[in-house]
């Protein structure tokens, strides 16, 4: 079945402090995998997306097909990261569809 | 350039009534997805249209339904509401690249 799993509801940090968001997935077949996310009051927007490998805010995400992960990090958390993160995996068998995680919220403490 | 929008911002329905939800795709986008996201869990897809044409469906049944016009601007019909339907419905758009921008979704709740 294809599905993602973020198993962290919630991930508190201190500002300065590494974070790693956890996301694993299951899927036959080649998937693109995106980090979505939604600060307070805002709409869901796309933070990275495997096949460009950017650093976006000073995320990164690596996918990792024989861990099926695709884990969102940074090494030092700012307080304007607070929010929740979605990891979501695109059925690339012509619909595009995203299947979702069910998110983690990070508080980054002061 | 204009983002995603969707009508109205929040709607307040009973049990067995039918509901239209509106969306407007970004200039240049001519696919529209559509997500229900129940209260803490992430976005579920419902269908997807393509040139008009729906082009994939999650595990919803036939009350949901939808329809994409010539300007791709979008509807999902719900029919005969039930309790469970009470979530955000969120629309999004995309283009090939396959990246989809979300609009801020449209809070239902079924009394």
């Known amino acids: 079945a294809q599905r993602v799993t973020q198993p962290e509801k919630l991930l508190s940090v201190f500002k300065g402090a590494p974070v790693e968001l956890k996301c694993n997935y299951s899927y036959s077949g080649s998937p693109e995998l995106f980090w979505y996310v939604q600060y307070s009051r805002q709409r869901l927007q796309l933070l990275l997306r495997h096949i460009s490998r950017e650093s976006i805010k000073g995320f990164t995400a690596d996918l990792n097909k024989g861990e099926t992960s695709f884990h969102l990090k940074k090494p030092f958390a700012q307080e304007e990261d607070s929010a929740m993160y979605y990891c979501a995996l695109s059925d690339a068998s012509g619909t595009y569809k995203y299947i979702f995680g069910t998110g983690t919220r990070l508080k980054v403490l002061a | 350039e204009t983002g995603v929008t969707q009508s109205p911002t929040h709607l307040i329905k009973t049990r067995g009534q039918q509901v239209t939800l509106r969306c407007s795709s970004q200039s240049g986008h001519n696919t529209v997805s559509w997500y229900q996201q129940a209260l803490g869990q992430g976005p579920q897809f419902i269908f997807q249209?393509?040139?008009?044409?729906?082009?994939g469906r999650g595990n919803f049944p036939p009350r949901f339904s939808g329809l994409q016009f010539p300007n791709y601007s979008s509807e999902l019909n719900v029919n005969a509401l039930e309790l469970d339907d009470s979530a955000l419905y969120l629309c999004?758009?995309?283009?090939?690249?396959?990246?989809?921008?979300f609009g801020p979704g449209t809070r239902l709740t079924v009394l």
């Open positions: 999004a758009s995309s283009s090939l690249n396959n990246e989809q921008f």
């Open positions: 249209y393509y040139r008009e044409e729906e082009n």
